[in-house]
């Protein structure tokens, strides 16, 4: 088991500039990166993450969740004092491709420099602080009805008895992640990696403005923050004060509904689902 701790002067470069991406070579479709069998070292692909994300990072190799995420935890510490965020990820090719600039031009203008990303990474921030995370909310679950009809949405059943979950992230994995990085992004808000790792836009899934204004509402509501970016279809995020009441658990279920169609948690109930949310430390969303 090797760790490899990597703040290379180009991260540091890229930091300077706010992050950016290296562009698309010409002439070149999609996909970008061929997958292939992880050997030693890093990956083209999470180069290219980590060149976009444009921050100090450290880098692991065939370590397990559980070696990653306590020192996550230290750097969460670390970064309360100095200022920044951290955040894990675990790359593939595709939220390489997803992290091209060429691509975020394509579907939200961003501009294709580095100052033309931070700029598009300022105004999306401020955007998202002025929302109103409960018309996000209504507005997709109408959305939802439209698309799918009132009859597909799950019906309201009765609440159960559940043991909260009481899990870290990562700490289900029982093999050894082949290749993960601790990115330290400068913001003290962890709502806002939504916006510094702007995945998302597809099918069901709520595109970066989205989803940082459900992130901000998570977190003044709950102390929850994005902890793991997995892939380009998949966050875990963790709180400190999960909901207790009926009540509480009942509107959490409803705004995880909508904010994520496909949990499989809803396929019994909203009140089914609400009751495992109760006490409950760590959030998974996934999207297909």
């Not at 090797?2 to 070149?28: D, E, F, V, Y």
């Not at 330290?184 to 899934?205: H, Q, S, V, Y």
Request: glycine share 6%; net charge negative; proline share 7%.
């Amino acid at each position: 088991m090797h760790r490899k701790i990597l703040a290379g002067a180009l991260a540091l470069a890229l930091l300077a500039l706010s992050g950016c991406a290296a562009p698309r070579p010409a002439n070149t479709d999609y996909p970008l990166y061929e997958p292939e069998t992880k050997g030693p070292g890093m990956t083209d692909y999470c180069k290219a993450i980590v060149d976009f994300l444009g921050c100090e990072y450290e880098y692991f190799e065939f370590t397990m969740g559980d070696e990653i995420y306590a020192r996550y935890e230290a750097l969460a510490a670390q970064g309360r004092d100095e200022g920044f965020t951290p955040l894990i990820v675990i790359p593939t090719d595709t939220l390489a491709e997803t992290f091209d600039v060429e691509f975020l031009d394509e579907i939200y203008s961003t501009g294709t420099t580095p100052e033309a990303l931070a700029a598009w990474r300022e105004r999306t921030i401020a955007e998202a602080a002025r929302a109103d995370a409960s018309a996000f909310f209504q507005a997709e679950q109408e959305r939802l009805e439209r698309v799918y009809g009132k009859r597909s949405m799950p019906s309201l059943g009765s609440f159960a008895p559940a043991q909260p979950d009481r899990g870290k992230p990562l700490s289900g994995s029982v093999r050894p992640e082949e290749e993960a990085v601790i990115v330290k992004i400068p913001t003290r808000n962890p709502w806002e990696l939504a916006i510094w790792a702007p995945m998302g836009g597809f099918n069901d899934c709520p595109e970066p403005l989205d989803m940082a204004v459900a992130f901000r509402h998570w977190q003044e509501q709950y102390g929850a923050v994005p902890v793991v970016l997995q892939g380009h279809d998949s966050w875990e995020l963790e709180l400190t004060r999960p909901p207790q009441s009926d009540a509480d658990c009942e509107t959490l279920a409803r705004e995880h509904m909508v904010f994520c169609f496909d949990l499989a948690g809803f396929a019994d109930s909203i009140r089914a689902y609400a009751s495992t949310l109760r006490g409950t430390t760590a959030w998974g969303f996934w999207w297909d």
